[in-house]
């Protein structure tokens, strides 16, 4: 594939969110669902944001949270089936480390279903020990906070 006219962008007010929506659709199994208002949400509060660009058609997709120092969380890593196996995959999540904000943090960390290989290829180490989740839908949350506000609090001087 050439790939030469192909452009990377780390401008995230440029980001075509009608766009982003179908290509998490097409690609992503885990964001099938994502409405526009919460994209933008995610979108705002990430940074770096990167997406790959063939002419005015979005083909990738990726972006970061971090704290500049410590740690870092690389999210939705997605190349349009049409565009994957050219190396735009590897090249999206290489501009997202060399970023300023994530190029000196100690550890990067991602979470991956299936592609354990792709992000080997790129450096990262299978980490399977460490990694916790919380699923916070709003009723568990909730649920939670009144069992919580349930237990007596005893102080024993
Ligand atoms: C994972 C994904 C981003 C890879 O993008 P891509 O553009 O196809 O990957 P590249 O062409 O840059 O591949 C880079 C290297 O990884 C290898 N690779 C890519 N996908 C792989 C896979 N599933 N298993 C093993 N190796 C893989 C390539 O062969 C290439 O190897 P090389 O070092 O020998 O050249 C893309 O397949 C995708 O969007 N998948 C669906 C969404 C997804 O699962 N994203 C990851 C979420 S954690």
Known sequence: MDCSHIQFCADKTKVNFVQLQRLFAKTAFWAQERNIDDLRIAIANSNPVVTVWDKQRLIGFARATSDGVYRA???????????????????????????????????????????????ERIGFEKNETTTMVLYNNPESAEDLARRIKAIPVTIDN
């Open 73 to 119: 969380g690389i999210w939705d890593v997605i190349v349009d089936p049409d565009y994957q196996g050219a190396g735009l995959g590897r090249k999206l999540v290489q501009t997202v480390l060399s970023h300023p904000l994530v190029n000196r943090v100690e550890r990067v960390y991602l979470t991956t279903t299936h592609q354990q290989s792709f992000y």
